[in-house]
């Protein structure tokens, strides 16, 4: 007898096959990787794809702040539905909504982005927070906005958010208990 208990025997047998199997494996994409057929033309941006500004939440936006405008108290992303149109009542809050990092720095065009807002603020995002006397964003006030994104995320958010408060606005933003 060898010594070698049955699961030593199938651990070894395991590490060979392992091994064997290594000098097949692959890194895709390699030189001689091809596509699959139905594959070979190059993925559009969404920039360039044409989109409607539904879809285009959907690829930038409902990642964090999820497809219904809930976003996640866990990951500290503020809730959009039915609170985000409340930022247009406060000085300076029409502006945070364009300036913010994940807007101004999206990939899309200026005009793409005016539309995605306008949509945002007019849908179930917003929900009935958005005021009546909305004034939709022109491509070439997205433009200027986008020229300089906030800095202090925080310290601008919590100013609005007084100033919401000071109006009696409650803020349903789902982070208003965060410490």
Not at 49 to 75: F, K, M, W
Not at 144 to 169: F, G, S
Request: proline share 8%; glycine share 8%; aromatic share 6%.
């Amino acid at each position: 007898m060898t010594g070698r208990t049955p699961f030593a025997a199938a651990l070894v047998l395991a590490m060979g096959l392992l091994m064997a199997g290594a000098g097949f494996a692959q890194s895709l994409p390699g030189p001689h990787n091809r596509p699959a057929p139905g594959n070979e033309a190059q993925a559009t941006p969404p920039r360039d794809a044409g989109y409607r500004p539904q879809v285009n939440y959907q690829l930038e936006c409902s990642g964090c702040h999820r497809v219904d405008g809930q976003g996640s108290r866990a990951n500290d992303v503020p809730r959009m539905k039915d609170f985000v149109g409340h930022f247009l009542e406060v000085e300076g809050g029409r502006e945070f909504l364009v300036r913010v990092p994940g807007v101004s720095q999206s990939s899309f065009t200026d005009a793409q982005l005016a539309s995605l807002m306008n949509w945002m603020l007019t849908s179930h995002i917003a929900g009935d927070s958005t005021p009546d006397h909305f004034v939709p964003y022109t491509a070439e006030e997205v433009a200027d906005l986008r020229a300089t994104p906030l800095d202090e995320i925080d310290t601008t958010r919590d100013v609005l958010l007084q100033r919401m408060r000071d109006q009696q606005i409650a803020i349903r933003d789902g982070l208003a208990d965060r410490p």
